[in-house]
């Protein structure tokens, strides 16, 4: 029900791209446009067990994969497709999306049926909401 809520917030002011493109080959966006589009709503960045210290100073030198559903540990990994698939993900960030420069999305997750945006240059400190790392239940 959480992705299928984010839908109908998305579409009420863009489309979200089909499953077949690559998220990472989509334009460019602000981030203030983002947040605007999602009503102020935060994006959220799920962690194994080794990244819940790497990212709570930003990130800028990698890209990272986001999204606006709160999911529960058990289901994360089929909803998200994510990598790893036998790593939990019991831990996440919560990021600002005002405060990334540049992000791409939304999409439909490929194999997976979640909603996906990309920062392709991560994200700063300052898009770190502050209570860093929020354990995931």
Known sequence: MATLL????????????????????MPDRRGVDVAAELGGRLVVRYLVDSQVDEFTHGSNDRGHWVTTTAISPEDVIFWLALYAPRDRRRHALLLDPAKIEIIRGPAWIRLGPGLEYYLPNGFPEDAVVDVGVVQVR
């Open 6 to 25: 984010d839908q109908e917030q998305i579409e009420q002011t863009t489309a979200i791209v089909a499953r077949p493109q690559d998220v990472r080959d």
